[in-house]
């Protein structure tokens, strides 16, 4: 399957933006589905996740602002980001995995999309 993340932007601190990451070739719905982040200089962290049974899971300082969902008519799976705050500034990747499970961990998931970047300014 192949994934494009696209939505980012430029937004101010308490903003929001969507991401979205659509497929070809597969319908998402048979993946587990993550999103990771990179800021400059540091590692590729976990954002959030949903699995195949749409439940969803996230890391702890994304808890309550960011959501993530699926749009099965749309084969799209998105990333709503609320209350958006300056350390958010990364490139959002997302990422897909055979198994039907969920996992925090990148070396888990199969495919990957190209990144899209997320600028919040303070």
């Known amino acids: 399957v192949q994934l494009q993340a696209s939505g980012g932007g430029l937004v101010q601190a308490g903003g929001s933006l969507r991401l979205s990451c659509a497929a070809s070739?597969?319908?998402?719905?048979?993946?587990?589905m993550g999103w990771f982040r990179q800021a400059p200089g540091k590692e590729r962290e976990f954002v959030g996740g949903i699995t195949r049974g749409s439940i969803t899971y996230y890391k702890d300082s994304v808890k309550g602002r960011f959501t993530i969902s699926r749009d099965n008519a749309k084969n799209t799976v998105n990333l709503q980001m609320n209350n958006l705050k300056p350390e958010d500034t990364a490139v959002y990747y997302c990422?897909?995995?055979?198994?039907?499970?969920?996992?925090?961990?990148?070396?888990?998931?199969?495919?990957w999309g190209q990144g899209t970047l997320v600028t919040v300014s303070s």
């Open positions: 990422a897909a995995r055979d198994d039907r499970g969920g996992s925090y961990n990148a070396s888990k998931y199969d495919y």
């Open positions: 070739g597969r319908t998402l719905s048979s993946y587990g």
